[in-house]
């Protein structure tokens, strides 16, 4: 089962409209008309009894080359969680309640636990 269509997106105060591209068994993909920012959802069943759930936004742009300064060069990023859970044990809603504790964590004080991570803290 498929999200709404389209979803939307806001980076750094720009909001992206995301209409569906493809849909497959296990997951769906939407794309802005620019093609610079996607979203990704997909499930993966693994032979080991595991699920793993991914939610992934992949973001590319044009920006000045560092070693050739007069040309520009296209680049990208990407952000994601995974959910890996046995197929057993876990409910739903204790998922969640995991998931809660990890953006509590992340978002506390201003993201500052993310802004750590960027500047290469651990």
Same mark, same amino acid.
């Given at each position: 089962?498929?999200?709404?269509?389209?979803?939307?997106?806001?980076?750094?105060?720009?909001?992206?409209?995301?209409?569906?591209?493809?849909?497959?068994?296990?997951?769906?993909?939407?794309?802005?008309?620019?093609?610079?920012?996607?979203?990704?959802?997909?499930?993966?069943?693994?032979?080991?009894?595991? $699920?793993?759930?991914?939610?992934?936004?992949?973001? @590319?742009? !044009? +920006? /000045?080359?560092?070693? *050739?300064?007069?040309?520009?060069?296209?680049?990208?990023?990407?952000?994601?969680?995974?959910?890996?859970?046995?197929?057993?044990?876990?409910?739903?809603?204790? $998922?969640?309640?995991?998931?809660?504790?990890?953006? @509590?964590? !992340? +978002? /506390?004080?201003?993201? *500052?636990?993310?802004?750590?991570?960027?500047?290469?803290?651990?």
């Amino acid at each position: 089962m498929a999200l709404s269509d389209p979803q939307s997106i806001t980076i750094s105060g720009t909001a992206y409209s995301l209409p569906r591209v493809s849909t497959g068994e296990n997951s769906s993909s939407y794309l802005d008309g620019t093609g610079n920012v996607r979203l990704t959802l997909s499930s993966q069943y693994t032979n080991n009894s595991r $699920i793993r759930r991914n939610l992934r936004v992949d973001h @590319t742009k !044009i +920006t /000045a080359d560092p070693f *050739v300064p007069a040309q520009n060069r296209e680049v990208s990023m990407s952000e994601y969680i995974v959910f890996d859970v046995p197929r057993v044990g876990y409910t739903a809603a204790e $998922i969640k309640a995991v998931h809660d504790g990890f953006e @509590t964590l !992340i +978002t /506390a004080s201003s993201d *500052v636990i993310i802004t750590k991570l960027l500047g290469g803290e651990s």
